[in-house]
């Protein structure tokens, strides 16, 4: 079995990398970062080291690694004989990567098995877009043939690592990684680890509203008290009071939307956070909080959730602060920081919404937005 995976990076590696060679999967990382695929070239190893209550220490061999922008014939032959493509980096450069998937399937055998596709991104069905990406590159009208799309949700905290770490990762002891199982119809891989579901929704929207919205409010109120480190933030009363408050609005959501019990969420919600505060991870707020424009644009952690609770009625206070403390975000060294505060001092409150958020006028959530953007720019 082969699997290649686009995006060596620190998740590449210390998770979906993981799990697929702990399957069995002979791996073929692809990736643009010369340094990262040449050390990867001349590697036998790299170590996953756990950390948390329960370490452990998973060494990862027999890999192999192809620069996807210097070897495009070498990358077209390896998903050519692939089982299995996966992605890990970022919603955003999937169309950047299609290419290239789309040009391996075209040189598959006419009887080889559908190879399966699932980007494995912080983003509502991911896959989807990647697949939209795909479609608008390959040329033949046999692509449903050839191909499986399948969504997929993925949860682990992969903080900033030691410079001096080389390729060794070190991640939390939790992951989830949830697949949808419809496009395989009866049949599908066997990766140990993978939680396999009938219904991909409520799994996603749980884990981007609960980690990924409860993470960057800890991140940007910690931010604004001047606060570095995440589990120091956690630690503080009033960024806890914060974060919580979210994380009550988000819970009510999944509750009402996805019938959830209220308990189950509860639990949920309370490992999160004992997740955030792992002292073994060294996650900063300036990491974590990175990347204000995405976060707060309109199918993500933030809008989505609060949009979704304004059409119901429900309340969403918590989360208009802590997207005002989003705006507030001005890290220099982060390029959407920097673009952030620009549109802030120079654009309309009006245009900064339209353009940062994509709501529109007639939304109910507008209004409240609106309001928080004014008051940024008052300050």
Same mark, same amino acid.
């Given at each position: 079995?082969?699997?290649?995976?686009?995006?060596?990076?620190?998740?590449?590696?210390?998770?979906?990398?993981?799990?697929?060679?702990?399957?069995?999967?002979?791996?073929?990382?692809?990736?643009?970062?010369?340094?990262?695929?040449?050390?990867?070239?001349?590697?036998?190893?790299?170590?996953?080291?756990?950390?948390?209550?329960?370490?452990?220490?998973?060494?990862?061999?027999?890999?192999?690694? &192809?620069?996807?922008? *210097?070897?495009?014939? +070498?990358?077209?032959? @390896?998903?050519?004989? $692939? /089982?299995?493509?996966?992605? #890990? =980096?970022?919603?955003?450069? &999937?169309?950047?990567? *299609?290419?290239?998937? +789309?040009?391996?399937? @075209?040189?598959?055998? $006419? /009887?080889?098995?559908?190879? #399966? =596709?699932?980007?494995?991104?912080?983003?509502?069905?991911?896959?989807?877009?990647?697949?939209?990406?795909?479609?608008?590159?390959?040329?033949?009208?046999?692509?449903?043939?050839?191909?499986?799309?399948?969504?997929?949700?993925?949860?682990?905290?992969?903080?900033?690592?030691?410079?001096?770490?080389?390729?060794?990762?070190?991640?939390?002891?939790?992951?989830?990684?949830?697949?949808?199982?419809?496009?395989?119809?009866?049949?599908?891989?066997?990766?140990?680890?993978?939680?396999?579901?009938?219904?991909?929704?409520?799994?996603?929207?749980?884990?981007?509203?609960?980690?990924?919205?409860?993470?960057?409010?800890?991140?940007?109120?910690?931010?604004?008290?001047?606060?570095?480190?995440?589990?120091?933030?956690?630690?503080?009363?009033?960024?806890?009071?914060?974060?919580?408050?979210?994380?009550?609005?988000?819970?009510?959501?999944?509750?009402?939307?996805?019938?959830?019990?209220?308990?189950?969420?509860?639990?949920?919600?309370?490992?999160?956070?004992?997740?955030?505060?792992?002292?073994?991870?060294?996650?900063?707020?300036?990491?974590?909080?990175?990347?204000?424009?995405?976060?707060?644009?309109?199918?993500?952690?933030?809008?989505?959730?609060?949009?979704?609770?304004?059409?119901?009625?429900?309340?969403?206070?918590?989360?208009?602060?802590?997207?005002?403390?989003?705006?507030?975000?001005?890290?220099?060294?982060?390029?959407?920081?920097?673009?952030?505060?620009?549109?802030?001092?120079?654009?309309?409150?009006?245009?900064?919404?339209?353009?940062?958020?994509?709501?529109?006028?007639?939304?109910?959530?507008?209004?409240?937005?609106?309001?928080?953007?004014?008051?940024?720019?008052?300050?």
């Amino acid at each position: 079995m082969k699997a290649v995976h686009f995006g060596a990076g620190n998740i590449g590696r210390g998770f979906v990398g993981l799990l697929l060679h702990n399957a069995g999967y002979d791996l073929v990382f692809a990736d643009v970062a010369e340094a990262l695929i040449a050390t990867l070239k001349d590697a036998d190893s790299y170590v996953v080291h756990e950390v948390g209550e329960n370490p452990q220490t998973h060494e990862v061999r027999g890999f192999s690694a &192809l620069n996807s922008a *210097a070897e495009p014939e +070498a990358l077209t032959a @390896a998903i050519a004989s $692939a /089982d299995i493509v996966t992605t #890990a =980096v970022g919603a955003h450069i &999937l169309k950047f990567v *299609a290419p290239a998937i +789309a040009a391996g399937i @075209a040189a598959r055998p $006419a /009887d080889a098995p559908k190879l #399966a =596709v699932m980007a494995c991104e912080n983003a509502i069905n991911g896959t989807d877009i990647l697949a939209g990406e795909v479609r608008k590159a390959y040329a033949g009208a046999d692509l449903d043939d050839k191909v499986i799309f399948a969504n997929t949700a993925v949860d682990r905290i992969v903080p900033n690592q030691d410079p001096d770490a080389g390729l060794d990762v070190t991640v939390e002891n939790f992951y989830e990684w949830a697949i949808e199982t419809p496009p395989f119809g009866e049949v599908h891989p066997d990766i140990p680890g993978v939680t396999w579901v009938p219904d991909l929704e409520p799994y996603i929207e749980r884990k981007l509203f609960t980690v990924n919205t409860g993470h960057a409010t800890s991140a940007w109120f910690g931010y604004a008290a001047g606060i570095e480190k995440i589990s120091d933030a956690l630690a503080d009363p009033g960024v806890a009071a914060k974060v919580a408050a979210v994380l009550v609005e988000t819970a009510s959501l999944i509750v009402a939307k996805h019938g959830v019990p209220a308990e189950t969420q509860a639990a949920y919600v309370e490992k999160i956070l004992k997740r955030f505060a792992n002292p073994y991870l060294p996650d900063t707020t300036l990491r974590v909080g990175r990347a204000p424009l995405r976060k707060l644009s309109r199918n993500e952690r933030f809008i989505s959730p609060a949009s979704q609770l304004a059409e119901r009625g429900m309340g969403r206070a918590a989360l208009l602060e802590a997207m005002g403390a989003g705006l507030l975000f001005d890290a220099a060294d982060d390029p959407e920081a920097v673009e952030l505060q620009q549109l802030l001092g120079t654009a309309s409150a009006a245009e900064v919404v339209a353009k940062v958020t994509g709501l529109g006028i007639d939304h109910p959530l507008y209004a409240d937005v609106l309001a928080v953007v004014e008051a940024r720019q008052a300050n």
